[in-house]
């Protein structure tokens, strides 16, 4: 890291008192159950035959599920620099109705 990136990095810290995330894919994982979070997919597959239509649950894998935003491990960074930080799940079917609050956040 360069002098300058490390002072001006400095200066940051010292002012910053307060970071808020907003994103549709925070997960709050809870201590008390495995640090795996697992995710679920739903598939409509009509049978081309008799037309029946069959509803498929899949597990998805950590893969698919890696830009997910991981609010403990976020929250207790800042808190390691004394900076106090909220993670807010902004859901996309609520966005619009929402969106005012989220600005003034």
């Known amino acids: 890291m360069s002098e300058f990136l490390g002072i001006s990095?400095?200066?940051?810290?010292?002012?910053?008192?307060?970071?808020?995330?907003l994103d549709d894919r925070a997960i709050?994982?809870?201590?008390n159950v495995t640090n795996r979070v697992e995710f679920f997919s739903t598939i409509e597959i009509e049978?081309?035959?008799t037309g029946e239509i069959s509803i498929v649950r899949n597990l998805l894998s950590n893969e698919e599920s890696q830009h997910d935003l991981n609010a403990k491990t976020i929250i207790d960074t800042f808190m390691q620099k004394g900076i106090i930080c909220s993670v807010v799940k902004c859901e996309a079917d609520t966005y619009e109705?929402?969106?005012v609050n989220y600005i003034r956040l």
């Open 9 to 21: 990095r400095g200066i940051v810290e010292d002012f910053l008192q307060t970071a808020v995330f």
């Open 28 to 31: 709050f994982p809870d201590d």
């Open 47 to 49: 049978d081309p035959n």
């Open 97 to 99: 109705s929402k969106k």
